[in-house]
């Protein structure tokens, strides 16, 4: 039944490593914790009971943009799902809240201040909800990087519902001292505890040891230039972010710097040019990443080492969410680790100054500078480093673990540079079809059309062409004439007949601005598949 669901709603053959549990757990009753790694597959830990639920589920996360892409992609899938945050206007909470008022929204999404706010708290108080999931839960501890005092109310909004669902936590943020807070702060009852899939097979852990700064950039370079598709460049600070993305620039790169100092709006535009692959490389600092789900990033390159490995692993899982092959490449100089001390020291001096006793200060920063051993470690050691990531999540695969995965650096026995690094492409040769392409192809086939399967997929709708065209392209049937009107199709014939068709940009010259490169390759397809 589980698996009909997961077919029938979410378009899935089979569950990733955990999901089925963490579904039994919560169906069955039970508060749950669930410690995935990002591009993990913890939405669907959640979304599957939602829909077997009789009632509402609650889903409460901070992340304000990924709501609407969770919410669009549900409702897809037709699955009456909404969301209420700062971003729609008072008329229209109205209607939402009357949609679930009468039992027809089956998930509410939620931002954790809109529970305490004056006027909402009395209705959701009156709700029947069945299932709660609190996501991104690590934001109730001060251990996790994102603190948000409003989910420390969370446990006081689901005491004043008349009847107390079913709570679930969910994050990917794997450390004791923060899974405790999370159980204790969100009051969970006995709950099941999940760490699972930490293990990313379709990741490449490389990393490259004591380089000099300049050899830092000439790497990410190479790197960049001998990988196809998007990547993100990691930097420590906000003006390495715009050297780095400069740098690349200058060297033909396309690229965009991206940080916390820039204009919200000017943030968005970048990051919707990067959903839609107007560029190749994002040059961020950490303030990039979370709620951007571009799930086929092929790799995440960190110039300069974070300072624990959970912070470094979840920017890295960002790389291959789509679950085909990526690269994390992690590029450490000796200064980082300096840099990393010079900040804790400095984060002891302020806790002092805010009052905080020299033993809880001192307490704070061992843990910090144990977190940075740990990370120098996996660093410096010639270790498998899938492995050492497993046991630093204490994932209970680790016992399973060869300690060779064939798929690291020290594994397969790279040596700085000498390694061949490989596009999927590359390996399997010309003609071969990825899994992501037969996935938006199945879809197409299924009747969605491409905005939905962008927004299904978690993909720019210029991806999801571009599979089109590759399947196509391959041999692959395709009713085009859906794609490009009849008329567009003699245009870019007549066009083609003009200045041949050797090169695209020639051709899109003489047509009108509105008919696309990919409508040209389109039509270019059909007359190579013609001849
Ligand atoms: P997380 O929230 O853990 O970072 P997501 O829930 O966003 O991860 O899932 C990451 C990607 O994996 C998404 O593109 C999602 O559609 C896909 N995914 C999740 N579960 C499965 C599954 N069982 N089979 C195939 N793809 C899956």
Known sequence: MLEQNLQKYFNFADFRPGQREIVEAITSGKDTVALMPTGGGKSLCYQLPAII??????VVSPLIALMKDQVDALSARGIAATFI????????????????????????????????????????????VDFLAVDEAHCVSQWGHDFRPDYLNIKNHIKNLKRRPIVAAFTATATPEVKDDIITRLELREPAV??????????????????????????????????DGSGVVYALTR????????????????????????????????????????????????????????????????????????????????????????????????????????????????????????????????????????????????KCRRKMILEYFSDPEVKNHSGNCRGCDVCLGWKRNTEQHRSGRSDTGKGFITETVKETVKL?????????????????VSTVMGHLIEWYEAGGELAIEDLVS???????????AKVGMERLSPIKSVLLEEISYEKIKLVAAKIRRGR
């Open 53 to 58: 639920f009789p009632g509402l589920t609650v």
């Open 85 to 128: 945050n700062s971003s729609i206007n008072s008329a229209e909470v109205g209607r939402r809240v009357a949609d679930i008022k009468s039992g027809r929204t089956k998930i509410l999404y939620i931002a954790p201040e809109r529970l305490g706010a004056p006027g909402f708290q009395k209705f959701f108080s009156e709700l029947k």
């Open 194 to 227: 999940f760490v699972r899939g930490f293990d990313r097979p379709n990741l490449k852990f490389l990393v490259q040891c004591d380089l000099k700064p300049k050899e830092r950039y000439a790497e990410i370079l190479r790197i960049v230039k001998s990988l």
């Open 239 to 382: 003006k390495e972010t715009e050297i780095i993305a400069g740098y690349l620039q200058e060297n033909g790169v396309k690229t965009a710097a991206y940080h916390a100092g820039m204009e919200a709006a000017r943030r968005e535009k970048i990051q919707n040019d990067f959903m839609e692959n107007n560029f190749q490389v994002i040059v961020a600092t950490i303030a990039f990443g979370m709620g951007v789900d571009k799930s086929d990033v092929r790799y995440v390159i960190h110039s300069g080492m974070p300072g624990s490995l959970e912070g470094y692993y979840q920017e890295a899982g960002r790389a291959g969410r789509d679950g085909e092959k990526a690269y994390c490449v992690l590029l450490h100089s000796k200064k980082d680790t300096n840099t990393h001390k010079f900040f804790i020291r400095a984060n002891h001096n302020d806790m002092l100054g805010q009052g905080k006793s020299w033993q809880e200060a001192s307490r704070i920063s061992d843990i910090k500078y144990d977190r940075l051993d740990k990370i120098m470690r996996y660093a410096t050691e010639r």
């Open 444 to 460: 197409y086939q299924d009747g969605y059309d491409v905005f939905r399967i962008a927004k299904m997929r978690g993909l720019g």
């Open 486 to 496: 009849s008329l567009e199709q003699s245009q870019i014939l007549e066009a083609i």
